[in-house]
């Protein structure tokens, strides 16, 4: 039987008024350097399996500060079922607000089905932080079928709408010399800050299989390959230390 579950946090500059889990969603406070609140998100069993419908949504109040990740890897699983799964999360950011957004990886495995939509809503002087990390199939097997889309609104104008699809029933040539070529790790870290309009980052390449680029406002988007997560970390982290606004 596929599951139905909405987690909830709503961060506020006193605290978490809202932290509600769901089925396999589970939230738990934990403790935060500086002056974020902190929220690790848990899972109490096995999913996202073919059919479930899981969502999670977060609302940082103006003024309010929200570093949020994750205890493990989240692994998309084929169920008893054929049908599509979904994984929808909702962020908003609000006036002077901030949200760090850094769950672990998303492995699709095997047989798995998987659309994930990312969808945030950001005031003009919010910051966000967001990494996601999707790993296509478990050591030695073939990825299940991932799509993955993101898209970003900074007070209310279009900043960022990409999808990435990879497996059976993506377009040909994903896997090909000239897109992943047999790396199975791929990575985007994007960065908002209205620092950026009077100091832009310069677009670059990091190394084989990375590239930062300034986008159509004050922020960045560095898309990544990796032979594997590990390496895939190294590669987002080593950017965050160097160009993350103190």
Do not use: N
Not at 39 to 68: F, I, K
């Amino acid at each position: 039987m596929s599951v139905r579950a909405t987690a909830r946090i709503v961060a506020a500059p006193e605290g978490l008024p809202v932290l509600r889990s769901d089925g396999p969603l589970a939230l738990r406070r934990t403790r935060a350097a500086g002056p974020y609140s902190r929220v690790t998100v848990v899972g109490a069993m096995s999913a996202p399996l073919g059919g479930d419908r899981l969502a999670v949504e977060a609302e940082v109040r103006d003024g309010a500060r929200l570093h949020v990740d994750s205890a493990a890897a989240t692994i998309a699983l084929p169920g008893r079922t054929p049908e599509q799964a979904r994984y929808d999360v909702k962020l908003t950011v609000g006036a002077d607000a901030e949200l760090r957004w850094l769950p672990e990886q998303l492995i699709s495995a095997r047989g798995s089905d998987l659309r994930m939509c990312t969808r945030v809503e950001l005031a003009a002087t919010a910051r966000l932080v967001l990494r996601e990390e999707q790993i296509l199939g478990r050591l030695g097997e073939e990825p299940g079928a991932l799509a993955a889309r993101l898209t970003v609104r900074r007070a209310g104008r279009l900043l960022l709408d990409q999808e990435l699809r990879y497996g059976p029933g993506a377009p040909g040539g994903w896997d090909g010399p000239a897109v992943l070529a047999g790396r199975r790790a791929v990575g985007q870290l994007l960065v908002v800050d209205p620092a950026f309009e009077d100091k832009p980052v310069a677009p670059r390449l990091l190394g084989d299989g990375a590239v930062l680029a300034p986008l159509a406002g004050p922020a960045f988007l560095v898309t990544a390959v990796a032979e594997d997560a590990r390496r895939l970390r190294s590669v987002l982290d080593e950017v965050l230390r160097a160009e993350l606004p103190r």
